[in-house]
C-alpha cells in the first residue's frame, strides 16, 4: 500500500534540505562545501551532497546509508559516490576531510558496541586533521513527548509525489533509559493507516557522548547547543559536536 520507496519520497517531502530555511542545513552546508572530501554517513535520500555538487563542489562526495529505498532515491545523481552500509563500514584508510552525521541519524547508533564500532570507524575513514560533525538530541529537552497525534505541531498533513493526500504523525511506544522507540503512522485523511514506520532512537547526554568520542582518539573541537553556535545550556535542545582526528 505504501512501499519502501514510497517512504523514501515521503522523506524528502517531510524534510527539504534548504540551507534558505533550515537552521541545521545552513550550519552543515559551508562545512561541506569547504571540505575537499566528504562522507556522509547515514546520507539517506542524499539531499546534503546532492546540493553541494548541484552548487560546485568539486572534490570527492560519498553518501554512505543501510536503507536500499533511500539510496535508489540518492542514485538518482549521478555524480555522488552511493554506497550501502552502516556507519560501522565506513572505510578504514579513506582519508576523508569531513565526516557528517545529519538528520540525528547519530541517533540510530543504539548499543554501546555499535556506538563504538561506529566511531572507530568513522574516525578510520578521516585522514589526520580530518572533522567529524554530527548533532543529537540532547535528553535534557525531552523532544520525545511532543511526538504524538495530540501534538498539532507534529501532525502533517501533505500531498505526496503521487498525488495522494495523506497524514502522517509519531508516537512514543516506550522510553526506557536512553532509548525511545517510536512509530511514525502514514495514513489518509479519514486515519486510514497506510504504514507505520517503528524506529529505536538513542539519547546520549554530554558526558556519555564525550566518552565514546574519546575513546575511539576524537578530540572534541566544538559542542554547540544550537545550530548559532550557541553553548550548551540547562535549555539546550540539541548536542552539536565538531570532532577531529588529530
Ligand atoms: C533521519 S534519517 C537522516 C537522513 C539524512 N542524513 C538527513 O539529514 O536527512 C536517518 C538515516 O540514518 C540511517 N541509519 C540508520 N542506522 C544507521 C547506521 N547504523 N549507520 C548509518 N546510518 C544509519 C537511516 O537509514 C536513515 O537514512
Given at each position: 500500500m505504501f512501499s519502501d520507496a514510497d517512504v523514501a519520497a515521503l522523506y524528502d517531502l517531510l524534510n527539504p534540505w534548504n540551507p534558505d530555511r533550515r537552521s541545521d542545513a545552513r550550519f552543515y552546508f559551508p562545512l561541506v562545501m569547504a571540505a575537499e572530501s566528504v562522507l556522509d554517513v547515514g546520507?539517506?535520500?542524499?539531499a546534503m551532497l546532492k546540493l553541494a555538487r548541484e552548487h560546485g563542489h568539486r572534490g570527492r562526495l560519498v553518501g554512505l546509508d543501510p536503507d536500499c529505498a533511500a539510496l535508489d532515491r540518492a542514485r538518482?545523481?549521478?555524480?555522488v559516490e552511493w554506497t550501502e552500509g552502516?556507519?560501522?563500514?565506513?572505510?578504514?584508510?579513506?582519508?576523508?576531510e569531513l565526516a557528517t552525521m545529519t538528520?540525528?541519524?547519530?541517533?540510530?547508533?543504539?548499543t554501546d558496541d555499535e556506538l563504538r564500532t561506529s566511531l572507530n570507524a568513522i574516525h578510520g575513514g578521516l585522514r589526520r586533521g580530518g572533522r567529524f560533525a554530527f548533532e543529537t538530541r540532547h535528553p535534557?529537552?525531552?523532544?520525545?513527548?511532543?511526538?504524538?497525534?495530540?501534538n498539532p505541531d507534529d501532525v502533517v498533513n501533505l500531498v505526496d509525489e503521487a498525488g495522494r493526500a495523506l497524514r502522517y504523525w509519531h508516537d512514543v511506544d516506550s522510553v526506557v533509559g536512553d532509548i525511545v522507540t517510536i512509530r511514525g503512522t502514514v495514513a489518509?485523511?479519514?486515519?486510514?493507516?497506510l504504514r507505520v514506520l517503528s524506529e529505536n532512537l538513542r539519547f546520549l547526554d554530554v558526558a556519555a557522548l564525550n566518552a565514546f568520542l574519546v575513546k575511539a582518539g576524537f578530540e572534541i573541537d566544538a559542542q554547540y547547543g544550537d545550530w548559532d553556535r550557541g553553548p550548551i545550556t540547562d535549555d539546550s535542545r540539541e548536542i552539536i559536536t565538531i570532532a577531529c582526528r588529530r
Amino acid at each position: 500500500m505504501f512501499s519502501d520507496a514510497d517512504v523514501a519520497a515521503l522523506y524528502d517531502l517531510l524534510n527539504p534540505w534548504n540551507p534558505d530555511r533550515r537552521s541545521d542545513a545552513r550550519f552543515y552546508f559551508p562545512l561541506v562545501m569547504a571540505a575537499e572530501s566528504v562522507l556522509d554517513v547515514g546520507c539517506g535520500t542524499g539531499a546534503m551532497l546532492k546540493l553541494a555538487r548541484e552548487h560546485g563542489h568539486r572534490g570527492r562526495l560519498v553518501g554512505l546509508d543501510p536503507d536500499c529505498a533511500a539510496l535508489d532515491r540518492a542514485r538518482l545523481r549521478a555524480d555522488v559516490e552511493w554506497t550501502e552500509g552502516a556507519a560501522a563500514d565506513a572505510g578504514n584508510g579513506a582519508g576523508f576531510e569531513l565526516a557528517t552525521m545529519t538528520g540525528h541519524a547519530f541517533q540510530n547508533l543504539l548499543t554501546d558496541d555499535e556506538l563504538r564500532t561506529s566511531l572507530n570507524a568513522i574516525h578510520g575513514g578521516l585522514r589526520r586533521g580530518g572533522r567529524f560533525a554530527f548533532e543529537t538530541r540532547h535528553p535534557q529537552a525531552r523532544a520525545w513527548e511532543g511526538w504524538t497525534s495530540s501534538n498539532p505541531d507534529d501532525v502533517v498533513n501533505l500531498v505526496d509525489e503521487a498525488g495522494r493526500a495523506l497524514r502522517y504523525w509519531h508516537d512514543v511506544d516506550s522510553v526506557v533509559g536512553d532509548i525511545v522507540t517510536i512509530r511514525g503512522t502514514v495514513a489518509q485523511p479519514d486515519g486510514t493507516v497506510l504504514r507505520v514506520l517503528s524506529e529505536n532512537l538513542r539519547f546520549l547526554d554530554v558526558a556519555a557522548l564525550n566518552a565514546f568520542l574519546v575513546k575511539a582518539g576524537f578530540e572534541i573541537d566544538a559542542q554547540y547547543g544550537d545550530w548559532d553556535r550557541g553553548p550548551i545550556t540547562d535549555d539546550s535542545r540539541e548536542i552539536i559536536t565538531i570532532a577531529c582526528r588529530r
